[in-house]
């Protein structure tokens, strides 16, 4: 009999433990669904009116001169097996004349710049700078040593550039990106370009839920931001800044004693420069073009295709936009840039609702094998409770319909119902990343220094698109 009263008191406690977990989750659940469809309706309403169509490019406009200088930044550690593919790639693509790629690189990493050295060949476009502390230190240092190039060739050669772009050593840029930039930034002082993560057949589970997430976001919740007036986060690819901004962004650091726009101490330092223009009351601009084929003028790169390299990547970017973000943005007083601040922070809140959703899985499957052996106690579920599952259920399935036709329109459908698939291991990274994140800011609190993790490029877009490897 004793054995039988604890049996039971262990279910009655693990129907409670349910319970409670469900009531947690579908209440959280509920109000990140409330959140996302709220900016469904904007997009679907964006939609009919014809403010979220794409815009288009012709041949002659993608080629033609640029109205005035533009300077690329790329930092670069390490990156010997991607960077000559990318400098040799925009060289050959950009056919204006007036830019000037900087790519930086350290004495330390002898390789780097060797390959940028063949990418770069003889072109005179191209500026390699040598930063002169070993490395590595962190993007945002190196991307501020190439901005002090930057300043030393206008005040050697005289003349001032138009506008400061960004990309990484990985990326694939389109041939139209400077020319859509270019005249962007004649009417606002930042612009950004959608990224386009390029499927991996030998990764397509972990590699795959980028092009699902980044779909979803580059194609409707920044349209959507970007018709509310709301900041702009940058991507640190195939973003353009006004030259005015950055210098008077550069201005503000070296006033609190930093040594350029670029923050080195914050690991998210391009999505904290494109909310810094909008706070400085200047003008940002997402566009979506389309080229004369029809593909979206956007960045298109390989992103981590192992679990391991997308924890600790996601990871860096939670810590960086939601614990960074909060300490060192603070919140706006703008209603639209407050609700997309508070979408940008809510990565830690996921994790945690995410793993709770999962918990209830074991425990709902030891609730049923209990009962499968002859268990009858349960405990009774109240009305308001089943009302609200029965909502998370109606908000889950229109979730994956969401994100089954952005990912089915820019890849076909055969991603499109991957991406279905994908939906629980994007959920498991989503939960160890926001764990790992929140276990390095304690980390950062506690006076430890800010970790930069950098992610890992064996191959280069431009070697699949020639019928070369892909990433392993």
Known sequence: MGATFTIEYALYALQFVEQELLLFAAFWFLLGAADDIGV???????KLTGRANDGRISPAQAIAGLEGRAAILIAAWREADVIGHTVRHA????????????????????????????????????????????????????????????????RRYGYRFKSVVLHDSEDMVHPAELSVIDSALSSVDFVQLPVRPEPQPASPWVAGHYSDEFTESHAKSLVVRDALGAAIPAAGVACGFSREIIAGIARQRREEGGPGPFAAECLTEDYELGVLVWREGGSSRFLRVRDEHGDLVATRAYFPARMEDAVRQKARWIHGIAFQGWDRLGWSRGLADLWMALRDRRGPLTS????????????????????????????????VLQFMLLLCFLSL?????????????EYGLSEGLLA?????????????????????????????????????????????????????
């Open 420 to 472: 279905l698939l994908r939906i629980p291991v994007a959920n498991f990274i989503a939960i160890m990343a926001g764990r790992r994140a929140f276990v390095g800011y304690l980390r950062t609190l506690r006076g430890g220094a800010v970790k930069w993790e950098k992610t890992t490029h064996s191959a280069h877009p431009v070697l699949a698109a020639a019928g070369g490897a892909q990433p392993r």
């Open 352 to 383: 945690i609702v995410l793993a709770c959703g999962y918990a209830l899985v074991v425990v709902e499957g030891l609730l049923a094998t209990a009962w499968l052996l002859g268990a009858s106690a349960r405990l009774a579920v109240s009305p």
């Open 397 to 409: 399935a229109w979730r994956s319909i969401m994100r089954f036709s952005f990912t089915a329109y």
């Open 91 to 154: 060289l050959s693509v950009w056919r204006q004349d007036d830019f000037t790629l900087y790519v930086g690189c350290y004495s330390n990493d002898p390789d780097t710049i060797a390959a940028a050295m063949s990418g770069a060949g003889a072109d005179a476009r191209v500026r390699i700078v040598i930063h002169e502390n070993a490395g590595p230190t962190t993007k945002a240092d190196c991307l501020n040593r190439l901005y002090a190039a930057l300043c030393d060739d206008e």
């Open 40 to 46: 469904d309706l904007c997009w679907i309403w964006l």
